[in-house]
């Protein structure tokens, strides 16, 4: 019962633990774009957003 | 698992992002807008002056780098957002982009603690975001206006990281860990940062009125709780539709 409850318990938490790494990369790149990226086009069009959200902007 | 999780944090971070975008057309931008027509006015040279014996004696890199930060160094003919419409707009992306972004840190962090995503649980770790990205490093660094003085954007950026790191673990480590001895690395996490403190430049000097700075880091304080209770209860209420769902399925 318990072996049971185990063996089909860990493949999805391994499926979990890879989605939410998944998550993690795209969401850390999509803040990093909008947040910290240096292009100044970048810069320009996410100004205001990084100055109302306080990351360091200029 | 991994398409229910882009699925629910698009349209949780466009719900959310939509309406902190609305708020900050009300609140912060205005703000901007009005400490902008201060930039570049006399007040920026005046850095200059503190290159005097206490600078001299202890050389103070932050303060070049400050005034030239100031004085905005970049490219005068990269493509900005005309002010109006395409401005609004272009701050509105933004913002919901942020916003996809957090709800995916926020589902990812949540799943790797192995908690039950629910209005409450993801309402409770939103705070949490909040406390991390917003509260913590607005200590250190206060959210600042286009014009105010400041150090190296580069030694900022990387202050805030740090500081959203540690607060983040910390938070964690304090509300969750089962022994006493991480739970006071979590409390040491948490003041680190702003025993370390944030990088700052040698004087506090801007053109831009207090007054209106004040209001700012206010508003921009109220603007980030707002972003992250929304993604919060928005992440929460569609990942626990999809409940009945999945549980038929």
Known sequence: ?58 | MLNRIFWVCLLAGLIAGVLVAVVQGFTTTPLIIAAESYEGAPAEIAPHDHASAEAAATPHHHGADAVAEVGHSHDPEAWMPADGLERTLSTALSTIVTAIGFALILVAAMTVAGETITPRTATAWAVGGFLATGLAPALGLPPELPGASAAAVEARQIWWFGTVLATGFGLYLVARAPSLVSRAIGAALLVGPHVIGAPHPPVMESPVPAELAAQFASASLVVSAVLWLSIGAAVGMLWHRGEPRLAAA
Do not use: I, Y
């Not at chain 1, 850390?28 to 086009?41: I, S």
């Open chain 1, 1 to 58: 019962m318990t072996t049971q409850t185990v063996s089909t318990a860990a493949p999805a938490r391994a499926e979990a633990l890879k989605a939410a790494l998944c998550a993690l990369v795209v969401g850390a790149a999509l803040v990093f774009t909008t947040g910290f990226a240096m292009p100044d086009v970048l810069h320009n069009a996410a100004h205001d957003t990084r100055h109302a959200l306080s990351f360091p902007c200029h």
